[in-house]
């Protein structure tokens, strides 16, 4: 039997579609994916800073940095990386027609994420988050080609779901394995929540 990874993605397959939001679905997307974008990056500029602009996504450079020099990993700073997973899987869900609700910014709803939060002493290397980028490398590439199928796969049930008001579970079941490989790959080399070596397979 495979361990279970530390960081885990499951998504309720829907028995019935909307076929309404569906056809919509591009646009109806576009507010939500503007709140995702304003908590992933915020700029200003005035007469004493011009052209300053700051982050404020994911935290992984100061994550990086308290593991290599304190060999900690603030708990808020954890929490707030996890919510804003949860909410952006919760967003890619809905664009991607694999949920029919719309995506709450704080409730769970049908899409389901664990990520173990690290004893950095005894689970983290300190020195392992300055070159994981280098491992990730081969998922990347994989990535990449399998994300060309994802968006075949959406275009497709796109389609189906106008005809047939489901989504083909095969396909649903794909692209999720897409999304948890996805997930996984950003815990080891991003979110910097495990030194386990993502696994090369679609399902947990």
Known sequence: MMNKYPATLTVDYPEEANRLTVFFRLFLTIPILIILGSLSYQGFTNDQFPNESYWVG???????LM???RRKYPRWWF?????????SLRVASYFLLLRHEYPSTDEEQAVHVQIEYPDVEKDLNRWLPLIKWLFVF???IALCFIMIWVLLCTILAWFIILV?????????DFVVGAMRWGLRVSAYSLLLSTDKYPPFRFSE
């Open 138 to 140: 081969p998922h990347m």
């Open 79 to 87: 929490d707030w990386n996890l919510q804003l997973t949860k909410f």
């Open 67 to 69: 593991i290599v020099f």
């Open 58 to 64: 994911i935290l992984a450079v100061p994550t990086l």
């Open 164 to 172: 047939s008001g489901k989504y083909p579970r095969s396909m649903f």
